[in-house]
Nanobody, 127 residues
Framework: QVQLVESGGGLVQAGGSLRLSCAAS????????MGWFRQASGKEREFVGG????????NYANSVRGRFTISRDNAKNTLYLQMFSLKPEDTAVYYC????????????????????WGQGTQVTVSS
């Protein structure tokens, strides 16, 4: 089992940047494929991006590709989401999620594939 705690959210102007972190505790962090999801008010949760166990593979939603970068530091048990060129439509609660995996491969895009979730951190982008 793993516990996940997100941090780094806040209020930023359009065009600005933020870096979210997701600190993991419990089982060995490197055994998990990790994903970032977000949920805007009144909308369904959506996949933002994911990273394989060793960081070899990353994948992104089309809406954030080229603006967001996912990384992980397995020695620090931490997942990151660096966000650039933020837009008002990026406003949402951002969640990190972990999926137990036996291989170093792409993270799934479906939230139902993940086993553990953090509590979320709010990101608000003002226009």
């Amino acid at each position: 089992q793993v516990q996940l705690v997100e941090s780094g959210g806040g209020l930023v102007q359009a065009g600005g940047s933020l870096r979210l972190s997701c600190a993991a505790s419990g089982r060995t962090f490197s055994t998990y494929v990790m994903g970032w999801f977000r949920q805007a008010s009144g909308k369904e949760r959506e996949f933002v991006g994911g990273i394989s166990r060793r960081g070899t593979y990353t994948n992104y939603a089309n809406s954030v590709r080229g603006r967001f970068t996912i990384s992980r530091d397995n020695a620090k048990n931490t997942l990151y989401l660096q966000m650039f060129s933020l837009k008002p439509e990026d406003t949402a609660v951002y969640y990190c999620a972990a999926k137990d995996s036996s291989s170093d491969y792409f993270a799934p895009r479906q939230g139902t594939d993940y086993d553990y979730w953090g509590q979320g951190t709010q990101v608000t982008v003002s226009s």
